[in-house]
């Protein structure tokens, strides 16, 4: 069965390193979304692709936060620098919609500590 | 902009106890979608299902089963014949069709005990 892959599982940064995230949606799948889940609370969109598209990214700290899919297949998030409240689960989903309302499929996170 | 409220923050049952998650939601879309997922100790999201706002019948799928509302914006979630695996958090995320994130709300914890 497809799924959606991401790496690393954990990762530890220290306050002011950068870190990245990778991710690689179901084949075939055009929306890409990352989310972020703060311990205890539900996930937050911060960006959403179409293709290599952003559509949405109001909710992405953009002065640290950045986002890329080059070719409209797999996409990286990167923070710089990383901060304390910056901890959290980072969620990669995919869903085959051209315009997402379908069902997202999610991958298995990865959690960031930042110490 | 949706928004969703799911008031239970933990929920506890003996197994083969039935259990009912509450939601609430609002949005300002003529047509939406309502999904529900869960989250396993394990992290990952498992889509449990999507309903269209069109679509007021109520959904039974094995154990699971969905009461849509629309005229109380409420689609509530039963798991009957609770089991120990089904102890997760659950989430209700209402989606927009003009704008397509899911907005999840707060979640809420069954944990069921044998």
């Known amino acids: ?115 | 902009a949706q928004k969703v409220t799911q008031a239970q923050t933990e929920i506890s049952v003996v197994e083969k106890e039935d259990v009912t998650l509450d939601c609430v939601y609002e949005t300002r879309d003529t047509t939406y979608y309502l999904f529900w997922y869960k989250q396993p100790p394990s992290g990952e999201l498992v889509f449990l299902i999507r309903r269209n706002s069109f679509d007021e019948q109520n959904e039974i799928s094995g154990r699971y089963s969905w009461n849509f509302q629309k005229s109380t914006s409420s689609f509530n979630f039963t798991i009957t014949a609770s089991q120990v695996v089904d102890s997760a958090v659950y989430f209700c995320a209402p989606q927009g069709t003009s704008g397509s994130r899911l907005t999840f709300g707060e979640g809420t914890q069954l944990t069921v005990n044998p």
């Not at chain 1, 790496?7 to 990352?34: M, N």
């Not at chain 1, 949405?56 to 710089?80: H, N, W, Y």
């Not at chain 1, 995919?94 to 110490?115: C, D, K, N, Y």
């Open chain 1, 1 to 115: 069965e497809a799924e959606v892959a991401q790496s690393p599982r954990y990762k530890i940064t220290e306050k002011s390193q950068a870190v990245a995230f990778w991710c690689d949606p179901i084949s075939g799948h055009a929306t890409l979304y990352w989310y972020r889940q703060i311990l205890g609370q539900g996930p937050e969109l911060l960006v959403q692709f179409q293709d290599e598209s952003v559509v949405d990214d109001s909710q992405l700290p953009k002065d640290r936060f950045s986002a890329e899919r080059l070719k409209g297949v797999d996409s990286t998030l990167k923070i710089q620098p990383a901060e304390l409240g910056d901890s959290a689960m980072y969620l990669c989903a995919s869903s085959p919609g051209s315009r997402g309302s379908t069902e997202a499929f999610f991958g298995q996170g990865t959690r960031l500590t930042v110490v």
